[in-house]
């Protein structure tokens, strides 16, 4: 049983950045054949797949065109930690943002996700 437990989320204004942690348990990031990434669910939307990074030693991204630019994603085997960095954050990323652990490849749709993570608030605002 893979574990995901997120933390880093907090109130920001426009324009700041954010940088949110992916705790990971039950696996070991370097031997991880899933990919591990990030889904969104803004108020009164349904959940958005936003970021995914391949596991094991190919470290490929892939990032929907929402915040393309604006997010990276990364992991350290290390730590056994996903990160998600936000640049740039506007109204529209308020949302809580969920670590995910999905199929053998990116992107990550909602049918591939395997496991979730309990979710951290994101708000921008002024």
């Known amino acids: 049983q893979v574990q995901l437990v997120e933390s880093g989320g907090g109130l920001v204004q426009p324009g700041d950045s954010l940088r949110l942690s992916c705790a990971v348990s039950?696996?070991?990031?370097?031997?991880?054949?899933?990919?591990i990434g990030w889904f969104r669910q803004a108020p009164g939307k349904e959940r958005e797949g936003i970021s995914c990074?391949?596991?094991?030693?190919?470290?490929?991204?892939d990032y929907a065109d929402s915040v393309k630019g604006r997010f990276t994603i990364s992991r350290d085997n290390a730590k056994n930690t996903v990160y998600l960095q936000m640049n740039s954050l506007k109204s529209d990323d308020t949302a809580i943002y969920y670590c995910?652990?999905?199929?053998?490849?990116?992107?990550?749709?909602?049918?591939?996700?395997?496991?979730w993570g309990q979710g951290t608030q994101v708000t921008v605002s002024s």
């Open positions: 995910v652990v999905g199929g053998l490849d990116c992107p990550i749709t909602r049918a591939d996700v395997r496991y």
């Open positions: 039950g696996t070991r990031l370097v031997t991880y054949a899933n990919a």
């Open positions: 990074v391949l596991s094991k030693s190919n470290s490929a991204t």
